[in-house]
């Protein structure tokens, strides 16, 4: 089991993000990115609270955080190119400001994904326009497209866009056919991909305290 365990100075309080978009881009610690028993793994804190993530057998992980400023992390591939993924496990944090989704990045265009399966106490397409929807695995997602000005990145501070599919219906647990999505972002929204970087199923905590324990595998 790789473990990491990182303790920083604790919030005074938690508080509630109203920007959602900023968790998964405005980071600035990299602590651990690597493969562990055939999965990729990725791992990044903003260096506020305390997190204590574990990457198991196969495709699996767990973690808790505390009052945390921003985290994300989870395991998958890279490259992270379309497939079918199936994943299952624990997360239980309804009430707070955290997501479960399937999290990517390609290059030429730059762009940075996410297949929202689960959120918290704040639905990450707040204020933007819906662009069209998706059917998967018996749920329907709603598209979204939004954009990302001089942030973080995995090529530096760019200029980038967002592309989202959210499930109307939380789950934890199922499979997500990858294509189904790209082809449909492309089709409903001329939302397009470049080269494949990697694919996690993450979980990820802003400004929160929680814990996850997931578990992924190509379907």
């Known amino acids: 089991m790789v473990s990491f365990t990182f303790l920083f100075t604790a919030l005074a309080a938690t508080v509630v993000s109203a920007n959602p978009i900023q968790t998964l881009t405005e980071r600035g610690i990299s602590p651990g990115t690597g493969t562990h028993n055939g999965f ?4 990044w804190t903003e260096g506020v609270g305390s997190v204590d993530y574990n990457n198991g057998p196969r495709g699996s992980y767990k973690v808790k955080w505390t009052n945390v400023g921003n985290w994300v992390g989870g395991k998958g591939w890279n490259p992270g190119r379309p497939r079918k993924v199936a994943y299952n496990g624990t997360w239980n944090n309804y009430e707070v400001n955290s997501y479960l989704a399937l999290y990517g990045w390609t290059t030429n ?3 940075e994904y996410y297949i929202v399966e689960a959120y918290g106490n704040y639905n ?3 204020g933007t326009e819906k662009l069209g929807t998706i059917e998967d695995d018996g749920g329907i997602y709603d598209i ?3 954009r990302r000005v001089n942030k973080p990145s995995i090529q530096g501070t760019s200029t980038f866009d967002q592309y989202w599919s959210v499930r109307q219906v939380k789950r934890v647990g199922g499979t997500i056919d990858t294509q189904k999505h790209f082809d449909e972002w492309k089709k409903q ?3 397009r991909l470049g080269s494949w970087n990697y694919m996690i199923m993450a979980s990820e905590g802003y400004k929160s305290t929680g814990s996850s324990e997931i578990e992924v595998w190509a379907a």
């Open 109 to 111: 265009p730059l762009v």
């Open 189 to 191: 929204g001329n939302l």
């Open 124 to 126: 990450p397409s707040a």
């Open 144 to 146: 979204y497209k939004t």
């Open 40 to 43: 990729y793994y990725s791992y």
